[in-house]
């Protein structure tokens, strides 16, 4: 018997699985609460796939006659007002993940954390690429689930990048492999407390069992402790510790140690992949490659043959000795603190956007005299340089827009020198996303 399924968002999630919906002969009701959408030309992407409506503006209890489950995209706030109308006709609601995985099949890998997912989800999807047939890779890195999940096979294998948006909504969601990289603060405007933070992203793992496995990063405390409360087989990595069961550095070797046996994987120097936080992107991604049954020989030529995805730490060119590099992934502190650290020497930083309530301290200070001039944008550019200056850092200047950042950095630069964009902010207000602003900033690049 098919089901009546409120689609909330109209964005690319909400299509996608709108259309996902439609193909297994459900009915579709889209709904977005901005009345000022065209309704016929949403429509119109859906003429003849099955039964479809939109429905726009405010969501009224009589909408919701014979709706059966609502899926919410992952931009839409559980605070948001349909929300509670919803709850109150006990109409359950799923992310768009959670439909996704109710009609998928075959292995599924998911990756969480605060920093890194992009960088890990692409890596580990290149080594699945480099031993199964049919692989898709999906989730935040770009693709939605629900565009893929219907092609899936028993024999194929899916790599996930899962935001916390995305956790929130999930009933039965279970990765045969899950990994968490890292929780340090971010969306703390949705998600308010920490704790709450941390509740969500460690519930990729809250239902997967003994024959499961989950990847933690053992220098993160909060992992650390959550690493024995859950129930799956748990594998560590480390870059700090020498760890007798796990992966860790010794060296500049990225090593596996394992039921007292030692195995040297790979130098660093070998990848192509810059900072120490990439070193544990690269561990996360071989643990998470091995437990999935792939072949060391295999891991080892994807990872030294991987380059770093586009808007995280990507060099974009050389000019008049200058080197620019584009970090528009770096959407809070914790990871702009990582880009800074990979920058090789005196570096030129453009920062600021959308604030999501973040703390900038400990990004500041981790400037240890590498930063020698701050170029600020948008929302938090006076938040950004008032924090600066209670820690010493006064090398600040504003921009309009990022034509005028890229050339006040070139102007200031000198040879050796490395310009990075790693704004520790949203893109939000100026730009529709990172990937524009990253797109933009290489652009002005390009024609200095």
Same mark, same amino acid.
């Given at each position: 018997?098919?089901?009546k399924?409120? !689609?909330?968002?109209? $964005?690319?999630? #909400? +299509?996608?699985?709108s259309?996902?919906? =439609? %193909?297994t002969?459900?009915?579709? /009701?889209?709904?977005?609460?901005?009345?000022?959408?065209?309704?016929?030309?949403?429509s119109?992407?859906?003429k003849?796939?099955?039964?479809?409506?939109?429905?726009?503006?405010?969501?009224?209890?009589?909408?919701?006659?014979?709706?059966?489950?609502?899926?919410?995209?992952?931009?839409?706030?559980?605070?948001?007002?349909?929300?509670?109308?919803?709850?109150?006709?006990?109409?359950?609601?799923?992310?768009?993940?959670?439909l996704?995985?109710?009609?998928?099949?075959?292995?599924?890998?998911?990756?969480?954390?605060?920093?890194?997912?992009?960088?890990?989800?692409?890596?580990?999807?290149?080594?699945?690429?480099?031993?199964?047939?049919? !692989?898709?890779?999906? $989730?935040?890195? #770009? +693709?939605?689930?629900?565009?893929?999940? =219907? %092609?899936?096979?028993?024999?194929? /294998?899916?790599?996930?990048?899962?935001?916390?948006?995305?956790?929130?909504?999930?009933?039965?969601?279970?990765?045969?492999?899950?990994?968490?990289?890292?929780?340090?603060?971010?969306?703390?405007?949705?998600?308010?407390?920490?704790?709450?933070y941390?509740?969500?992203?460690?519930?990729?793992?809250?239902?997967?069992?003994?024959?499961?496995?989950?990847?933690?990063?053992?220098?993160?405390?909060?992992?650390?402790?959550?690493?024995?409360?859950?129930?799956?087989?748990?594998?560590?990595?480390?870059?700090?510790?020498?760890?007798?069961?796990?992966?860790?550095?010794?060296?500049?070797?990225?090593?596996r140690?394992?039921?007292?046996?030692?195995?040297?994987?790979?130098?660093?120097?070998?990848?192509?992949?810059?900072?120490?936080?990439?070193?544990?992107?690269?561990?996360?991604?071989?643990?998470?490659?091995?437990?999935?049954?792939?072949?060391?020989?295999?891991?080892?030529?994807?990872?030294?043959?991987?380059?770093?995805?586009?808007?995280?730490?990507?060099?974009?060119?050389?000019?008049?000795?200058?080197?620019?590099?584009?970090?528009?992934?770096?959407?809070?502190?914790?990871?702009?603190?990582?880009?800074?650290?990979?920058?090789?020497?005196?570096?030129?930083?453009?920062?600021?956007?959308?604030?999501?309530?973040?703390?900038?301290?400990?990004?500041?200070?981790?400037?240890?005299?590498?930063?020698?001039?701050?170029?600020?944008?948008?929302?938090?550019?006076?938040?950004?340089?008032?924090?600066?200056?209670?820690?010493?850092?006064?090398?600040?200047?504003?921009?309009?827009?990022?034509?005028?950042?890229?050339?006040?950095?070139?102007?200031?630069a000198?040879?050796?020198?490395?310009?990075?964009?790693?704004?520790?902010?949203?893109?939000?207000?100026?730009?529709?996303?990172?990937?524009?602003?990253?797109?933009?900033?290489?652009?002005?690049?390009?024609?200095?």
């Open positions: 018997m098919s089901q399924i409120l !689609v909330a968002g109209s $964005g690319k999630s #909400g +299509i996608a699985a259309r996902m919906i =439609l %193909k002969g459900d009915e579709v /009701v889209l709904y977005d609460s901005n009345d000022a959408l065209n309704k016929d030309e949403l119109e992407q859906f003849g796939e099955g039964s479809f409506s939109v429905l726009l503006g405010e969501l009224k209890k009589e909408d919701l006659a014979g709706v059966d489950l609502c899926v919410i995209s992952p931009g839409i706030s559980l605070d948001a007002p349909f929300v509670a109308v919803l709850n109150e006709e006990n109409i359950p609601i799923w992310s768009e993940i959670q996704a995985y109710h009609h998928a099949r075959g292995k599924l890998l998911a990756i969480t954390g605060t920093n890194g997912k992009t960088t890990t989800t692409a890596l580990t999807g290149e080594i699945m690429k480099a031993f199964y047939d049919h !692989v898709f890779v999906v $989730g935040n890195i #770009g +693709i939605p689930y629900t565009e893929e999940a =219907l %092609k899936t096979t028993e024999d194929s /294998v899916t790599v996930a990048e899962i935001s916390s948006f995305q956790l929130e909504t999930i009933t039965d969601f279970r990765p045969h492999v899950s990994a968490i990289l890292n929780i340090t603060p971010d969306h703390l405007n949705r998600h308010k407390t920490m704790d709450c941390i509740k969500v992203k460690e519930s990729i793992t809250k239902n997967q069992g003994a024959e499961d496995s989950c990847v933690l990063n053992y220098d993160d405390p909060v992992l650390r402790a959550f690493g024995s409360t859950v129930k799956s087989k748990v594998v560590f990595f480390s870059s700090r510790e020498a760890l007798k069961e796990g992966y860790c550095l010794d060296g500049d070797m990225i090593i140690n394992h039921e007292g046996v030692r195995e040297d994987i790979v130098s660093v120097h070998e990848l192509k992949l810059l900072g120490r936080h990439n070193h544990e992107n690269v561990m996360a991604a071989i643990a998470m490659a091995v437990e999935a049954k792939v072949p060391m020989e295999v891991i080892k030529k994807a990872v030294c043959e991987f380059k770093a995805v586009e808007h995280r730490i990507e060099y974009v060119a050389e000019k008049s000795g200058v080197k620019y590099y584009n970090d528009s992934k770096g959407t809070n502190p914790d990871a702009a603190i990582q880009a800074v650290k990979a920058m090789p020497g005196p570096t030129i930083l453009i920062a600021g956007g959308y604030d999501k309530e973040s703390e900038y301290d400990e990004w500041i200070e981790s400037f240890d005299g590498k930063v020698r001039y701050m170029v600020l944008l948008g929302q938090t550019r006076e938040k950004i340089a008032e924090c600066a200056a209670r820690h010493g850092f006064t090398n600040v200047m504003y921009a309009e827009d990022m034509q005028e950042a890229v050339s006040v950095c070139a102007s200031y000198n040879n050796g020198d490395y310009v990075l964009l790693s704004p520790a902010c949203a893109s939000w207000g100026m730009f529709k996303c990172y990937e524009e602003r990253g797109e933009i900033f290489k652009e002005c690049v390009r024609n200095l």
